[in-house]
């Protein structure tokens, strides 16, 4: 396993994104930047603001928000255990979604007749 280099100075915040995993690629990070999805320090940055040991970044992903904060600089893209040494998860826990109820139709028995459509779209009105 390769450590990360802890001798840096100061990263590029969408280089350091994406070497510790949060996004596939350095432009999919860069991307997020620039949609103000990703916040340092309750600012929006661009991707080439830098980041320093004791940064808490917020990063809006897919409906919710992550809360990071840094504890190791890395530039290069790492295994996953050791890109977990880098940061710090203050992400709270995800609220469960409520089951919804829906009715749900036995496999092969073909299309809805028209009164379960009927009785599908009250349903879905609140009826």
């Avoid at 040991?53 to 290069?76: C, H, M, N, W, Y």
């Amino acid at each position: 396993m390769s450590t990360p280099n802890s001798n840096l100075s100061t990263v590029r915040i969408d280089a350091w994104l994406w070497s510790i995993r949060i996004y596939k690629t350095r432009s999919a990070a860069t991307a997020a930047c620039r949609a103000h999805h990703v916040r340092l320090n309750d600012t929006p940055v661009k991707a080439s603001q830098t980041v320093v040991p004791g940064d808490t970044i917020r990063i809006r992903q897919s409906g919710f928000e992550r809360v990071l904060e840094v504890r190791r600089l890395i530039a290069k893209r790492v295994g996953a255990d050791a890109a977990t040494h880098c940061y710090t998860d203050h992400t709270p826990k995800r609220p469960a979604l409520p089951a919804l109820g829906l009715p749900q139709r036995d496999r092969g028995k073909g299309r809805p007749t028209k009164k379960d459509r009927r009785e599908l779209e009250r349903f879905r009105r609140g009826e």
